[in-house]
């Protein structure tokens, strides 16, 4: 399997652009994660799905965020209007819940907002 | 609410030292996961280890070891014999345990480790 992957792997982009980052989990996985890594805040739970179905978005940041998983094998992060301090690594994770798998890592896109 | 600290934020030790990182957990939950992963100067994510808590059994894979207390709420973790190649920054995490990491991951804020030659 090729593993978790995310796209683009780097994005720059102007204040008040919209954002969308990619990701397509482990074939077979129903579990599907979007975590945040910045200096200050370090690894942050955004959100995370189950059967394509969003469970917690408690971690989303604000409304300018937001997730969808429209099918097994794909989900975006959009950020809309995005802003400097949205700026981070955005990794998408998955894991099978059935299997009781831990969760597998995308190689992150780095999302730079200037 | 859960909560992991690793309260190394840096640990620069010399080639062929061991090295223990720390973390300390808190959680309401008697079921839980603990993890370890790895991120090294690529960026990426490795997984290296998981435990639930009602295995204390204390784990050894190569160089790498792990001390699981429930009565510390630690789980640390060692290196023997480090190499350069150990350099990373390492992440203690924490799931519940209704999908051992299903449920998303409390993570630390990790221990920078430098394996100077």
């Known amino acids: 399997d090729a593993g978790v992957i995310q796209s683009p792997r780097h994005e720059v982009t102007e204040m008040g652009q919209e954002v969308t980052l990619r990701c397509k989990p482990i074939?077979?996985?129903?579990?599907l994660f979007w975590y945040r890594q910045t200096m200050m805040r370090g690894l942050e739970l955004l959100i995370y799905?189950?059967?394509?179905?969003?469970?917690?978005d408690s971690g989303m940041p604000e409304d300018r965020f937001s997730a969808k998983m429209p099918n097994a094998s794909f989900s975006t992060l959009k950020i809309q209007p995005s802003e400097p301090r949205d700026s981070a690594v955005y990794f998408c994770?998955?894991?099978?819940?059935?299997?009781?798998?831990?969760?597998?890592f995308g190689q992150g896109t780095r999302l730079t907002v200037v | 609410a859960q909560k992991v600290t690793q309260a190394q934020t840096e640990i620069s030790v010399v080639e062929k030292e061991d090295v223990t990182l720390d973390c300390v957990y808190e959680?309401?939950?008697?079921?839980?996961?603990l993890f370890w992963y790895k991120q090294p100067p690529s960026g990426e994510l490795v997984f290296l280890i998981r435990?639930?808590?009602?295995?204390?059994q204390n784990e050894i894979s190569g160089r790498y070891s792990w001390n699981f207390q429930k009565s510390t709420s630690s789980f640390n973790f060692t290196i023997t014999a480090s190499q350069v190649v150990d350099s990373a920054v390492y992440f203690c995490?924490?799931?519940?345990?209704?999908?051992?990491?299903?449920?998303?991951?409390?993570f630390g804020k990790g221990t920078h480790l430098i394996i100077q030659p």
């Open positions: 994770a998955s894991s099978s819940r059935r299997s009781n798998t831990e969760a597998f």
């Open positions: 959680t309401r939950d008697t079921t839980y996961y």
């Open positions: 074939s077979g996985h129903n579990s």
């Open positions: 799905f189950n059967n394509n179905v969003p469970i917690d």
């Open positions: 435990r639930n808590s009602f295995d204390e």
């Open positions: 995490a924490l799931s519940e345990a209704s999908g051992g990491g299903a449920d998303g991951l409390t």
